[in-house]
């Protein structure tokens, strides 16, 4: 991981580069270093990082949703970034409004975000535009809802085993 010192050159290395507002925060808690970025500059953040040769955080290692209610904005997306050279860690964050869910796709620079961002939509309602799949990956097409989501209700539907197959709604047949 970048030390908090180094964290904070990346920062400003963003904001000469890209943006002078595209950093919102820093943090290095735990030993994990985070920037905090402005949704709109969030591609051009991770391409600089990708392919900035001083950067070199070429390896996207996770994307994933978090709910933050009752805080506002409530939604973020974290991108989990690894420099395999360095073998340091940098995780990236935007947070979104509940109202208006919509970031830019990040496809096209790491191919893994593929199947990561259409789960985080599957699950948190996060929409990515100029993804090439834009479709629930895990929940049935006609669900209702964001399970993960902190206000949705608990419950859900009960599950069908082989046991209990023949008292169910009859889809087996």
């Known amino acids: 991981m970048p030390d908090a010192p180094g964290l904070e050159l990346i920062a400003n290395a963003i904001r ?3 943006a002078p507002d595209a950093i919102l925060a820093t943090s290095y808690f ?6 905090e970025v402005v949704p709109e500059q969030l591609v051009p953040v991770l391409e600089y990082l990708k392919t900035d040769p001083d950067q070199g ?3 996207l290692a996770s994307v994933h949703g978090v709910d933050y209610l009752p805080e506002a904005p409530r939604l973020g997306v974290h991108y989990e970034l690894l420099n395999m ?3 340091e860690r940098l995780r990236v964050k935007i947070r979104l409004d509940i109202e208006s869910p919509t970031v830019q796709t990040s496809v096209h620079l790491f191919p893994t975000a593929n199947f990561q961002e ?3 939509y599957d699950f948190f309602g996060v929409v990515f535009e100029g993804h090439p799949d834009m479709r629930r990956i ?3 097409e006609d ?3 964001f399970p993960q989501r902190r206000d949705f209700p608990l419950g859900g539907e009960p599950v069908m085993f082989t ?3 023949p008292e169910g709604p009859g889809w087996y047949e």
Do not use: S
Not at 30 to 35: F, T
């Open 16 to 18: 000469e580069k890209i």
């Open 30 to 35: 735990r030993e994990q270093a985070c920037l």
């Open 57 to 59: 955080y070429t390896f």
């Open 85 to 87: 050279k360095r073998v």
């Open 118 to 120: 259409r789960e985080v």
């Open 138 to 140: 895990l929940m049935p």
């Open 143 to 145: 669900y209702e809802g």
């Open 163 to 165: 046991h209990n197959e």
